[in-house]
């Protein structure tokens, strides 16, 4: 009996030979995570609405019109994210709008992240897979996968269910405070992961981990994490575990006094989003696509190694799962706060594949060859019926949607749209050959096909995706009835909405909010801008204002979408 096993209180489910833990060739992994984390980062507007509001607060603080402890868009304080996303997108634009688009330049350091959370997910996997709980059973002729091949192959399977996860797919390519939560999140994650082996490194990613996510507007989640880390650290058997309690007890203490401090200060510190009312099928909804692919395969985890939900590698990234899952059910089916739970469940599906049954694993590889197969033969297809206006009706739909939109035909997103394309093709036909038994197998058609269709979109789609969920088209219409040089009093107005009017319309905006009389009717107590826009719902007419002149009511896209109003000051009630 090999010292494996006699050392393992319980016997693992994993059996493994070394022919099932091929490596996934490295340039091959890189170009997954490139062909995940670039498309979007180029060419595009700030996108409504949390996308372009983090963009307004970082913006503001680079021009210089608002100071960087208190960022806001044209007065409005930011409600949640803490200062730490909105300095570290500030100070982007400050180093790269010479070269670059500000909103561009406030996107590299959130791709940067997006890049850090993969490379945290697949470390984080490795550590635990090479602990002797997470280590296959030894074979009776030998032939076992080793050590180091199995955990490389398991983080290989981690990294490619992180970016197969839909979840991960819009909100991973945001500027907004979500993406440092969720860093702060994962660092935390693979602290707890290295702590056996690495002991200096798991120390200062403890440090770093709580206080980040406190700082970007997560204290509450940043606790909770902590608690679980601290029970892990408790009943673990290894002394490096046992000692790394107090550096996670000094991360909580750092946490909580920074959060203290930023309440303090009157910035977004401790908060917590309460919903009293959580109707479960909405959270049921949420869940199932925003975590699929990786749910199935993390519960079926959980199932096949029960015994040992305790041991590092399944306690590790479960506990941190379920503090996810306990945040967005608290904030009412909230999909941004479920974002903390993929790499977790990640790592949890990783650990399927050595239990795996080969017809499972059949059954996903048809699904992901059908479904996104036919994804991206529908993206093709209306991106020739916008091209060529045939045939007449789709291309009506897209005009419908998107009323004054006029197709651009861009050579270089064709060819990396085809070069995507192809290389899709080719993977259908590597994964469909016989000769494939690596343990990351089943997850390379689901990784492949959100990267093609995430491709796709941001090269084919990109320019009608654009005008549809950029503020541009919005203000080119009020342009028509508000020269540039006019301030703008917008007091209803989202802090996306602030940010198009300043970013796009070039306006100064005083989003300062505007009070009611006793009569029920609206007048704004501010006595600066002689030009007023207020959002009204789709449908909604703008009210009659005292002081006040409408002059046009003008839609974002179509008759369904947000409008805004249009006021001037009359000339006996200007300052």
Wanted: charged content about 10%; some cysteine; glycine content about 6%.
């Amino acid at each position: 009996m090999s010292s494996r096993t006699a050392h393992s209180p319980t016997v693992t489910p994993a059996l493994v030979t070394q022919k099932a833990v091929r490596r996934l060739p490295r340039w091959a992994l890189i170009l997954f995570c490139a062909a995940y984390i670039l498309p979007g980062l180029f060419g595009r507007d700030p996108w409504k609405n949390e996308d372009i509001a983090s963009f307004g607060h970082m913006w503001s603080v680079a021009q210089g019109q608002a100071p960087w402890l208190h960022p806001n868009v044209g007065g409005v304080l930011p409600t949640s994210g803490g200062v730490l996303p909105y300095w570290l997108g500030s100070a982007s634009i400050l180093a790269f709008s010479h070269w670059m688009d500000p909103a561009m330049a406030a996107r590299i350091p959130f791709a940067l992240l997006l890049g850090v959370i993969l490379a945290l997910t697949w470390y984080t996997t490795f550590h635990l897979a090479k602990t002797d709980a997470a280590q296959p059973l030894p074979l009776a002729f030998g032939g076992e996968a080793s050590p180091n091949d199995y955990a490389r192959a398991v983080a290989d399977g981690a990294l490619l269910a992180l970016i197969a996860t839909l979840g991960l797919l819009q909100l991973g390519h945001e500027t907004t405070p979500e993406l440092l939560q969720l860093t702060g999140s994962t660092l935390f994650l693979y602290s707890l992961a290295a702590a056996q082996t690495l002991t200096g490194a798991s120390r200062v990613a403890t440090l770093l981990s709580l206080p980040i996510m406190a700082a970007s507007g997560s204290p509450t989640v940043a606790m909770l994490l902590g608690a679980s880390g601290l029970l892990i650290c408790a009943r673990s058997r290894h002394a490096e575990m046992r000692h790394h309690t107090a550096w996670v007890l000094a991360a909580l203490a750092l946490s909580a006094a920074l959060a203290t401090a930023l309440t303090q200060a009157g910035l977004p510190g401790w908060a917590w989003r309460w919903e009293t009312r959580l109707v479960p099928n909405d959270l049921f909804r949420v869940v199932i696509w925003f975590t699929w692919p990786t749910l199935p395969l993390a519960v079926l985890t959980v199932w096949h190694w029960r015994r040992q939900t305790m041991r590092r590698h399944i306690a590790v990234p479960l506990l941190s799962a379920l503090v996810g899952f306990a945040a967005s059910a608290s904030m009412g089916a909230n999909d941004r706060a479920l974002l903390e739970a993929l790499p977790a469940l990640a790592v949890l599906a990783a650990f399927a594949l050595p239990i795996l049954q080969r017809s499972l694993g059949a059954a996903l590889d048809w699904f992901s060859v059908f479904f996104f197969t036919t994804c991206a033969a529908a993206i093709w297809f209306i991106y020739v019926a916008m091209q060529t206006g045939k045939p007449a009706k789709t291309a009506a739909n897209v005009a419908k949607l998107v009323p004054g939109y006029q197709s651009y035909f861009s050579i270089p997103a064709l060819v990396f749209a085809l070069i995507g394309s192809v290389l899709w093709l080719a993977l259908v036909r590597w994964r469909t050959g016989r000769h494939t038994h690596a343990l990351w197998k089943s997850l390379v058609l689901p990784a492949g096909g959100v990267a093609l269709c995430w491709l796709l979109f941001l090269t084919l789609w990109l320019p009608v995706i654009d005008q549809s969920r950029s503020y541009r088209l919005l203000l080119t219409r009020v342009h028509a009835y508000v020269p540039r040089t006019e301030c703008i009093h917008a007091p209803n107005a989202s802090v996306g909405l602030l940010t198009g009017l300043e970013y796009f319309g070039g306006y100064q905006v005083d989003g300062r909010p505007i009070v009611q009389n006793r009569q029920s009717r609206l007048f704004s107590d501010n006595r600066v801008c002689n030009v007023m826009v207020l959002k009204m719902s789709p449908h909604e007419l703008g009210p009659e204002i005292i002081g006040w002149r409408k002059v046009a009511q003008v839609n974002q896209r179509t008759r369904n979408s947000e409008s805004v109003a249009i006021y001037l000051r009359r000339p006996s009630n200007r300052p």
